[in-house]
């Protein structure tokens, strides 16, 4: 076999059973070898961004590591974002990328970049392939690191003489990579302790995030609530981990997370951290972030313990042993599981309950312009929670995290820690590949959607019905709101439309998306919104929604940069 052919069967024997894969100069071989494979499918994206963040999508809902494939030079760098993006947000991922050939490897030739230099930032680890022989053991371990552990990306790089070489392969059945041990156990002792500061604690409070859904723990976590009875909030990452319909559930915290959530895990006098890593949009001023309680600090991933705040209880451990671990002591406490009605802790509850009716999740809706709030419940109502939602990056993303209730993990995906635009509708076409029956819709921004509006392409010649609500502002609606608060509403290059016909809706999605043989349709009147939601819930390949709303709209709660939750805006 040459070493393309070697490759395929490599990926063929972890499991994968699609690759997003744009080919190139450097790539021809794998991608030849990729058409006569009988168990990988090949996705062709219309630009590489495109096909990394699809590979996310198709890694967030399952769990297992989404492949993307490019050639060298430019195929390679327009990765790059997608990579960083699975970086920070701990995504498992195998990227591919054909290389020139070693002879011309730093001689500047015709596409040449050294990814595996460029990326050492962003990646959990990777790999130059240097030799044929080696490709059968690289690709085991760059699957075994990418999905083990803390999740995260993986690099391959492959000249494109090792993809033409004849080998004879041996595929190895174990490995053992020297001095990595994903998995972490907490000492027993130290969970014990953590018991007992429950055991004392009057105010104590569940902060958790995508540590949880990608340790699988979302049900011991459940569990691990309703045995101790203590309220929970999450990140966006965390987003589904924990019911939001859950009586205990506070929704997520954070700069434009709800006020009871934000009061709730800065006064509480024992903050549980689970899977987190304390980051700037939910601490804002970290050093005033739950100032005055004992904060314990569960992870997988010791660099993330006392890094951006110290902890009182750092525990070095997957979350799902340690929850268990926590309920098992719980059981022989006697701790039953309480769904509903608690009473553990009663002073704290109505203080939480007065905080909810002071501050509920709300907006001021109008009978004339089409709120984009207005559209997500509409959409979650109609949906009854039922559907995988993924997002761009902007206001309409924490909208869709605000109104539309999460209650089950791998179900809100989006770019959270790199917040990357255009991440949306990419996302929700791995999504739909991955899960075929689900319904997967993103909810963008005009701004964001038009970043990778070419992956209509893709989804409509794959006949992949991945369906789209755009709220179409106009603008870049989160930076209109900075400016708004902050700049004294001057515009900073934020408006998307046609300067010179500020009457007319630019670009013309719907001229767009006819152009790409989609069907699209402009919305314009709230009366109408209910009926076109429900074509694109019943249509059975790709849809548009072109929903226009008013770009006076803020996302509130907010949090200034800098700020703590006391100086949170909400009107």
Avoid at 115 to 125: A, C, D, N, Q, R
Avoid at 547 to 569: Q, R
Wanted: proline share 5%.
């Amino acid at each position: 076999m040459n070493g393309a052919e070697i490759l395929v069967a490599c990926l063929e024997r972890e499991g994968v059973d699609v690759v997003f894969a744009y080919p190139g100069g450097a790539s021809m071989p794998i991608h030849q070898a990729l058409t006569k494979s009988k168990k990988v499918r090949t996705i062709l994206p219309r630009h590489e961004q495109g096909g990394v963040f699809a590979a996310e999508g198709y890694a967030r809902v399952t769990g297992r590591a989404g492949v993307c494939m490019a050639t060298s030079g430019p195929g390679a760098t327009n990765l790059v974002t997608g990579i960083a993006d699975a970086f920070m947000d701990s995504v498992p991922l195998v990227a591919i990328t054909g290389q020139v050939p070693q002879e011309m490897i730093g001689r500047g030739a015709f596409q040449e970049t050294d990814m595996f230099g460029m990326t050492l930032p962003v990646v959990k680890h990777s790999y130059l392939v240097w030799d044929i022989a080696e490709i059968p053991r690289i690709v085991k371990e760059a699957f075994y690191i990418a999905e083990s552990g803390r999740p995260g990306p993986v690099l391959i790089d492959i000249p494109k003489n090792i993809q033409t070489q004849m080998a004879q392969p041996i595929f190895p059945k174990t490995i053992a990579l020297r001095g990595y041990r994903p998995l972490k156990k907490a000492d027993d002792v130290a969970i014990q302790e953590m018991i007992e500061l429950i055991e004392g604690a009057k105010q104590p409070m569940i902060y958790c995030g995508g540590g949880v859904i990608s340790g699988e723990a979302s049900a011991v976590l459940r569990e691990f609530a309703e045995r101790t009875q203590i309220p929970v909030t999450t990140t966006i990452m965390g987003v589904g981990s924990f019911p939001e319909s859950h009586p205990l559930s506070l929704k997520w915290l954070g700069m434009h997370g709800t006020v009871y959530a934000n009061n709730a895990a800065n006064e509480a006098d024992l903050l549980l951290a689970i899977g987190v890593r304390f980051d700037d949009r939910v601490t804002g001023k970290v050093e005033k972030f739950c100032e005055h309680g004992t904060i314990v600090h569960i992870d997988i991933d010791n660099s993330e313990l006392n890094k951006n705040k110290f902890v009182k209880l750092p525990i070095l451990s997957d979350l799902k042993y340690a929850l268990t671990c926590a309920n098992t002591i719980l059981t022989k406490m006697g701790r039953k599981r309480v769904a509903k009605g608690h009473t553990r802790y009663p002073d704290w509850y109505r203080k939480i309950a007065a905080w909810k009716k002071e501050h509920p999740l709300t907006f001021k809706d109008t009978p004339d312009a089409i709120l984009p709030q207005y559209v997500i419940k509409k959409l979650w109502e109609m949906t009854k929670g039922d559907a995988i939602i993924t997002t761009g990056v902007g206001q309409h993303q924490m909208w869709a995290g605000q109104f539309y209730n999460f209650d089950k993990p791998r179900t809100f995906i989006t770019s959270a820690g790199l917040g990357a635009m255009g991440f949306g509708y990419p996302a929700a076409m791995g999504a739909k590949i991955a899960l075929p029956d689900k319904q997967v819709i993103d909810i963008d921004g005009d701004g964001s959607f038009l970043m990778n509006v070419q992956e209509l392409a893709t989804t409509h010649i794959e006949g992949i019905a991945a369906k789209v609500i755009i709220l179409n502002n106009q603008h870049l609606g989160m930076v209109v709101q900075w400016e708004d608060r902050f700049h004294g509403s001057n515009r900073g290059h934020t408006f998307l439309g046609d300067p010179k016909d500020l009457k007319r809706i630019y670009p013309d999605y719907v001229a767009i998306c006819k152009g790409f043989g989609v069907k699209c349709e402009r919305v314009i009147h709230k009366k109408d919104v209910g009926a076109a939601i429900q074509r694109l819930l019943d249509s059975k390949e790709t849809y548009v929604l072109d929903i226009m709303t008013p770009y006076t709209e803020h996302v509130l709660p907010m949090i200034p940069t800098g700020k703590t939750y006391k100086d949170i805006i909400t009107e």
